[in-house]
T-cell receptor
Framework: QKEVEQDPGPLSVPEGAIVSLNCTYS??????FMWYRQYSRKGPELLMY????GNKEDGRFTAQVDKSSKYISLFIRDSQPSDSATYLC??????FGAGTRLTVKP | NAGVTQTPKFQVLKTGQSMTLQCAQD?????MSWYRQDPGMGLRLIHY???????DQGEVPNGYNVSRSTTEDFPLRLLSAAPSQTSVYFC????????????FGDGTRLSIL
């Protein structure tokens, strides 16, 4: 079993849709959970960061962590074309998912 | 706001050549790291440093060397380039506290023929 698994997509949604991005992990030592957004030909930029189970909300973005199931999610509400990017999950900022490419169509 | 600066942005090498990828940060961060990003494999840690004079290996260190003579700079050296090292390389930095997320540069795209 891979230490981190992330559906690579690609994922295409219409503008205004709710997007759900997910990662699973197997390492119980992971205590910090991040979501990064990466635009084409750019470096990853931190979007959300949490260290506890439950939900964390920031504007249109909600990060969800379920430590018992070793599962994290990122929800994007009212998705915009500017959200089109690759989204990476990160664990303890040392292990990363392969990224999910998202396209939001106007 | 420079943040993390990587040079060059693009490079083409021949097999067996050596080169140094440069990384500099202006945030006085103690922790710096190098990753490679390949399709379907995500970011993989090559080497990292917790401060000047201290470096350690990550997940995929073979074929790469690093040094950290100053807080600001963390160069990555390819000693004898191989086609398997064709990738996008990212440098990142963060403060010393473990749970601080990293700031990434915009990458160096390296092709080895």
């Amino acid at each position: 079993q891979k230490e981190v698994e992330q559906d690579p997509g690609p994922l295409s949604v219409p503008e205004g849709a709710i997007v759900s991005l997910n990662c699973t992990y197997s390492n119980s030592a992971f205590q910090y959970f991040m979501w990064y957004r990466q635009y084409s030909r750019k470096g990853p930029e931190l979007l959300m960061y949490t260290y506890s189970s439950g939900n964390k909300e920031d504007g249109r973005f909600t990060a969800q962590v379920d430590k018992s199931s070793k599962y994290i999610s990122l929800f994007i509400r009212d998705s915009q074309p500017s959200d089109s990017a690759t989204y990476l999950c990160g664990f303890n900022d040392m292990r990363f998912g392969a990224g999910t490419r998202l396209t939001v169509k106007p | 706001n420079a943040g993390v600066t990587q040079t060059p942005k693009f490079q083409v090498l021949k097999t067996g050549q050596s080169m140094t990828l440069q990384c500099a940060q202006d945030m006085n961060h103690e922790y710096m790291s190098w990753y490679r990003q390949d399709p379907g494999m995500g970011l993989r840690l090559i080497h990292y440093s917790v401060g000047a004079g201290i470096t350690d290996q990550g997940e995929v260190p073979n074929g790469y060397n690093v040094s950290r003579s100053t807080t600001e700079d963390f160069p990555l050296r390819l000693l004898s380039a191989a086609p398997s090292q064709t990738s996008v390389y990212f440098c990142a930095s963060r403060g010393q506290v473990d749970n601080q997320p990293q700031h990434f540069g915009d990458g160096t795209r390296l092709s080895i023929l």
